[in-house]
């Protein structure tokens, strides 16, 4: 393959690329051209055999390092992801079809961040001591064994890490899968940390789609799930990690709210749902794609809104002047088409936007429906592209109703001047990442996930380090031992 992006070999196993052509064939493709730039093999099960082997292997004597030991690697494995920055935001454009001007500055720096902060706490892990009279308890915090992760397509190097690092500061071994549409950059962590001088067999990641997915998930010697992706596939997940009564994070999907109210910055609240819906193409899980503007805000709203989407740069996601790249895949195109045509038919009204770019690749525009009413379609169900539903309304307590009226919890966003009514607003709201005047932070000091069928547990800040170890108590009796007989 004479493209740069064609990896050394498909899967990164205990410490070293492993090939195993057996294996059905992924292609990769480029999303700005649709040419394929790579070509990768799924796992076989010998492959599944050798990753998850390794990790049992490797993992007991990574626990038994200090943290600080461990959090050295991850922090030097962050100093040399930031130090290769560029060609990792080159090959997670080739991946998914982000523009540079995103890759540059959120998915390898973010990677990064959490390989940081994870690397920092690692060495604060501790138990604590409870006295009882003479008697004492003390915990101890130890990691779970091998974990899994199980990656979406829409931040590959992201999701590699903000699973893999929390996972090994606190002790455990990885087998990260990503998302069969985005195969490149999850091996690239994998070549960075075992630069950084992790041993072999911690962090393994072998290529597949969910028929590689599932027997992960429900082999013995996995202790702990971590799924990104869609609700459907977090049921599945859920279900046959349960089978084996396993810890479980699932970063799931969303239709998140977010409510203008006519006090808000119309500057501000347009650049928020701007955020909140076209980053990214608008694959983003906590896009907040139901737009409720206040009625008296609406009409100024939407033509600003219409005004600045015209400035959007589409075009060479190369080029760091783009601003706006293609859908990451054909498919994904052709599911967001068809979610605008049932926008059409059930009667909202296009501002605009609607139709696929006239060149190669899978351009859509930004994508703009008003008068969008709770029951349509478009209001109800992840679209996961550039489409935003605005709908009207006229009271808070309406707006709060309306907004929690879905089986989706991941995120809220509410702009106003009104600070009381900020706080008030958004405390109502049924989300875990929430917003006041801002939308799509997601900074590592932060939890972030969801509630309601959005997700269980937590990904980044000091929450993560709950769902990636557990508590063992260990009572010590410092007396005689007092027996009924
Ligand atoms: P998807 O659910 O189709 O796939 C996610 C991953 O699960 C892929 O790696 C896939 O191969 C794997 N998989 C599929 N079936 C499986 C099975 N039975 N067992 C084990 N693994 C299986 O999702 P996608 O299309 O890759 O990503 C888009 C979705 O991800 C959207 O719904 C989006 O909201 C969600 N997402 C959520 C977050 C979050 O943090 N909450 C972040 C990004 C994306």
Redesign the pocket.
């Known amino acids: 393959m004479p493209y740069p992006t064609q990896p050394t070999a498909s899967h990164f196993i205990n410490g070293a690329y492993v090939e195993d052509t057996a294996g059905a064939e992924i292609p990769v493709i480029y999303p700005a051209t649709g040419e394929q730039i790579a070509q990768v093999h799924e796992a076989t099960p010998a492959i599944i055999e050798q990753a998850l082997n390794s990790a049992k292997a490797a993992q007991k004597a990574w626990a038994a390092l200090s943290g600080t030991e461990r959090g050295r690697i991850l922090r030097r494995a962050a100093d040399m992801i930031r130090e290769r920055n560029h060609d990792l935001s080159v090959l997670e454009t080739y991946d998914t079809g982000k523009p540079m001007s995103e890759t540059l500055y959120v998915d390898a720096t973010s990677g990064a961040d959490a390989l940081e902060y994870f690397g920092g706490l690692a060495g604060s892990l501790t138990g604590e001591h409870i006295q009882l009279g003479d008697d004492w308890v003390y915990t101890r915090r130890e990691a779970l064994g091998v974990c899994v992760g199980?990656?979406?397509?829409?931040?590959p190097t992201q999701?590699a890490c903000w699973k893999g690092a929390p996972a090994l500061a606190c002790g455990n071994a990885m087998v990260f899968?990503?998302?069969?549409?985005t195969p490149l950059c999850a091996l690239k962590v994998a070549e960075i940390l075992h630069e950084a001088g992790l041993p072999a067999g911690l962090y393994n990641v072998i290529q597949?789609?969910?028929v590689?997915?599932?027997p992960?998930?429900s082999d013995p010697r996995v202790d702990k799930v971590s799924?990104?992706?869609?609700?459907?596939?977090?049921r599945?997940?859920y279900a046959?990690a349960a089978a084996g009564i396993k810890n479980v994070t699932m970063?799931?999907?969303?239709k998140s709210p977010l409510i203008i109210f006519d006090d808000a910055s119309l500057e501000d609240a347009v650049g928020g749902a701007i955020l909140a819906n076209f980053y990214s193409s608008g694959?983003?899980?906590?896009n907040g794609t139901r737009v409720f503007v206040q009625k008296g805000i609406k009409e100024a709203f939407l033509a600003r809104l219409h005004e600045r989407l015209s400035e959007a740069v589409i075009g060479d996601p190369m080029d760091e002047a783009t601003n706006f790249g293609p859908m990451v895949s054909e498919n994904?195109m052709k599911i967001v088409q068809s979610y605008i045509e049932k926008g059409k038919a059930e009667g909202a009204r296009l501002v605009c936007g609607g139709t696929r770019l006239e060149r190669e690749g899978y351009y859509l525009e930004p994508t703009v429906f008003a008068d969008v009413h709770d029951d349509m379609i478009i209001a109800r169900e992840?679209i996961?592209g550039p489409v935003m539903a605005v709908l009207d309304f006229e009271e808070e307590e309406d707006a709060i109703a309306r907004a929690n009226a879905t089986e989706f919890g991941?995120s809220a966003g509410v702009f106003t001047s009104d600070l009381t009514r900020g706080h008030r607003v958004i405390a109502q709201l049924e989300a875990g990442s929430c917003f006041i005047n801002s939308y799509n932070d997601a900074p590592v000091e932060a939890p972030?996930?969801?509630s309601k069928q959005?997700?269980v547990g937590r990904?980044n800040s000091k929450s993560a380090i709950e769902h990636y170890s557990q508590m063992k108590s260990v009572y010590v009796r410092m007396g005689a031992v007092d027996a009924p007989f």
Do not use: D, H, M, R
């Not at 899968?177 to 549409?181: A, D, F, G, L």
């Not at 970063?251 to 969303?254: D, P, R, V």
């Not at 694959?283 to 906590?286: A, F, L």
């Open positions: 199980i990656g979406a397509w829409n931040y999701i899968k990503p998302s069969e549409t597949g789609t969910g590689v997915g599932a992960l998930v799924l990104t992706g869609s609700v459907p596939t977090g599945k997940v046959a970063e799931l999907g969303g694959q983003v899980c906590s994904q992840e996961f991941l972030f996930g969801g959005s997700g990904e």
